[in-house]
């Protein structure tokens, strides 16, 4: 069935170190979206894409790294720059107009 | 700039009472809004959304939003809450500006329910 799908669920990372989230879709969307989700702060945008090998930066890019070689495929890559990246990821792909779909969601913990 | 006001951070209401969540926006054109649920440790889910047209939407769950354009509100309704609606929820406005497809969000309000 059509769907986001995020993995892993929960991912730990150690000092110094870069990880990779994964968000795929099946949903044939051209437009997808990295969130960060902090207590009380909302959903704030990392990175988007609205085509395949294009992205763009969000409110908070730095420390982070995407790509976009596939329609269904946006990993997210938190690198080492990032000094506070215990949160809980979404990953969202759009549909038209404007209406985005979530994903599971992914919790990053620092060891 | 365009901005999403959810006033209210958190709410508690008893179970079969009625809900109303505000949410108020700033965007110069007609705007396309959302409003989201999220169940804690989960993604989002749609919940219903106003392009245009008729101003009270109809959504999942028993919700229903009215746009008023006067008032730059979309206030989020339910007749009867059900404990399973103790959630968080969330505001957005769709940003047009530039041709980017972006949301600009609410910071949400919680919705708790009490038997």
């Known amino acids: 069935d059509g769907g986001i799908t995020q993995s892993p669920k929960y991912l730990f990372r150690k000092e110094g170190q870069n990880v990779t989230l994964s968000c795929e879709q099946n949903l044939n969307h051209d437009a997808m979206y990295w969130y960060r989700q902090d207590p009380g702060q909302g959903l704030r945008l990392i990175y988007y894409s609205q085509i395949v090998n294009d992205f763009q930066k969000g409110d908070i890019a730095e420390g982070y790294s995407v790509s976009r070689e596939k329609k269904e495929s946006f990993p997210l890559t938190v690198t080492s720059a990032q000094k506070n990246p215990t949160a809980f990821y979404l990953c969202?792909?759009?549909?038209?107009?404007?209406?985005?779909?979530f994903g599971p969601g992914t919790r990053l913990l620092v060891l | 700039a365009q901005s999403v006001t959810q006033p209210d951070i958190h709410i508690t209401v008893s179970e079969g009472a009625s809900l109303e969540l505000r949410c108020n926006y700033s965007y110069g054109a007609t705007p396309y809004l959302f409003w989201y649920v999220q169940s804690p440790g989960q993604g989002l889910q749609l919940l219903l959304k106003?392009?245009?047209?008729d101003t009270l939407v109809q959504g999942i769950k028993g919700f229903e939003a009215e746009f008023k354009r006067s008032q730059s509100s979309f206030n989020l309704r339910k007749p009867s809450v059900h404990w399973s609606d103790a959630a968080e929820y969330f505001c957005a406005v769709a940003d047009n500006a530039g041709n980017n497809r972006k949301l600009i969000w609410g910071l949400g309000t919680s919705l708790a329910v009490n038997p």
């Open positions: 969202a792909s759009g549909g038209g107009p404007e209406t985005q779909y």
């Open positions: 106003y392009f245009s047209g």
